[in-house]
């Protein structure tokens, strides 16, 4: 992947402006280091309180729809969005092997390689159970190895072995790598198949769609002239927009909030 030249911040806000004029407009947006500051403690992670204000708002719009889409499980991506009852903002976790909508009971799908996930989990916890700093996140189809805080000798250990454990026992599983984090799981879902469902449920016209990480860009290709695509900090990315972090993001989006608003 290659790096493009990226608008100027005038041009972000006019696109936004040119979004909210969409006869249905969806917000898709991812929630680690998008929405939310990232953490060192995972599970502490909150949405700043500028984006709940305009995702608030944005779901409050007549034909918008906003949603979370994340790598998180959909248990997960619930507790640390702090969604409340009547919310009506959709929930993609896993990647989009998950969903929850406001209008339906969540996904039920099993997990057909239940007893191989947990399996690898357990072996994967014992061969990074020396590294320190680094530990196992337990997901629906499958397991990530963080790293966040190793040190870079140990991190790249921890990877090379649970690597070589995945290769040998789960060969056709989907392998993702993030910052800090080296994930695996038996579904190939992507966010791209994500924002296309999310899409055709709701009948979009226009998405909007952020995130700030490798998997991200997934959904960032697999976007329609007229989308607005933007990364948040830094990387190289497909996306035609860039923001510096998430309080950025936040403002736009509160930019954004306005304007279908009509504001």
Known sequence: MSAIAYTS????????????????????????????????????????????DALTQLGHAPATTVALVSGRTLEHLAEISEREPGSQIHLAGSHGAEFWHPDADADDDPDDEAALRDALTAQAEEIIAGVEGAWIEHKRFGFGLHTRLADRDGAADAAARVDELVSAEAPTWRRRTGQDILEFASRHEGKDSAVRSLRERVGADVVVFAGDDVTDEDALRSLERGDVGIRVGEGESVAEYRVPDAAALAALLGRLAEARAGE
């Open 9 to 52: 911040p005038d041009g972000l806000a006019e696109a936004l402006d040119r979004a909210a004029s969409a006869r249905h407009l969806l917000i898709a947006l991812d929630f680690d280091g998008t929405l939310a500051p990232l953490v060192d403690e995972p599970m502490s992670a909150r949405m700043l309180p500028a984006a709940r």
